[in-house]
């Protein structure tokens, strides 16, 4: 039986599927790629993304407030504002020292650093924004979040590339244990879709170049997958104890059961070709659970599209759960960097909610190097936990269990 210690109470999305929790999952549930030409990547080697669709932070956040954050932040603030009216909670009332904020994110702000180079460059150092480092530093992801809903206690972003939105998650659920505090607003936030971030991933070879037909171009798990799509967004979870969120009436939708997280310690960007390092981490996570390989009824898998990343997580789910089914949401979102654990942990949650497990959009021909049980469409079952994986560049791997309410 999941130790379902730690209650999930709030959900907050932004993605490339849409804007908040209905739009996003909706989009997910449907199987429909967000990838795009991106005219602001017109002369780099790749020109296509996924982008969240409308974005208007002035009508969101309000024009000055707005002006003020790189849009890694802005797509937290937005996100985090959903979860804690979906958990029913009000900053107003709240006891800010016992809330944390715990985001994770794999590079800050480049755009707002790129945007600030080009008036140095252009113009002079005079005209360089006195905001360039409040915007633009990593940490200023958890910071902005605490100043606009008052949490005082335990502030921090971590960043382990791809992972760090799972790890972030595992961390929170760690603080509420511990009990450093009552109430955790955690996940994760990445804006990193600009001309230099592209051109150094299209220079690694990472990236789709299906430019000929966006829609198509992140393909996990399929036998004609040439990279993955880069995407942004937020995901933002509530985490608090089972037992105060019930006695507060609050609707739990679903338990943190169990996390682990490893090292490969083999590559800077390739993944252990076996997946050692993720391997450790999902047999952590599962123990951490108090669960069997046999429980797992579902694995949100980080499948990204490249080769490698499938091959070596495809054998590891093989090789440690056996035949669970297994989806990646990228297909339609992309790849969210920093804060795809986060996200994808949200749709896990869902998944749970509905018993759904959403399609891997764009499998036309799984691989069949690719030994797991790949849901190319919505599919009704029933499983009482789910994985959600990530590993991310420098060998970093985290897993998150979670259990139905």
Known sequence: MADTAIAVTGLGLVTPAGIGTAASWAGVRAGRPAAALDPALDGNPVRISCRVPDWDPDALLGARRAHRLDRFSQFALVAAREAITDAGLDPATWDGARVGVVLGCADGGPGTVEDQHRVLVE??????????????????????????????GPNLVVATACASGTT???????????????????????????????????????????????????????????????????????????????????????????????????????????????????????????????????????????????????????????????????????????????????????????????????????DPACEVKVAATATGTRFDLALSSSMGFGGQNAVLAFAAA
Do not use: W
């Open 123 to 152: 113009l002079s150092p005079d005209r360089v924004s006195p905001l360039l480092l409040p915007m633009q530093l990593p940490n200023m992801l958890a910071g902005q979040t605490a100043m606009e809903f008052g949490a005082t």
């Open 168 to 366: 972030a998650i595992g961390v929170a659920r760690d603080l509420l244990l511990l009990d450093r505090c009552d109430v955790v607003l955690t996940g994760g936030s990445e804006a990193m879709i600009t001309p230099l971030v592209m051109a150094g991933f299209a220079r690694m070879g990472t990236l789709s170049r299906r430019t000929d037909d966006p829609a198509a171009a992140s393909r996990p798990f399929d036998a004609d997958r040439d990279g993955f799509v880069a995407g942004e967004g937020a995901g933002v979870l509530v985490l608090e104890r089972s037992a105060d969120a019930r006695a507060r009436g609050a609707r739990v939708r679903a338990g943190v059961a169990g996390y682990g997280a490893s090292a490969d310690a083999h590559h800077v960007t390739s993944p252990h070709p076996d997946g050692i390092g993720l391997e450790s981490a999902m047999r952590a996570a599962l123990a951490d659970a108090g669960c069997l390989p046999s429980d797992v009824g579902h694995v949100n898998a980080h499948g990204t599209a490249t080769r490698l990343n499938d091959l070596a997580e495809a054998r590891v789910v093989h090789r440690v759960l056996g035949d669970p089914l297994v989806t990646s949401t990228k297909g339609v979102t992309g790849h969210l960097l920093g804060a795809a654990g986060a996200v994808e942990a949200a749709f896990t949650v869902l998944s749970l909610e509905e018993q759904v497990v959403p399609p891997t959009a764009n499998l036309d021909v799984p």
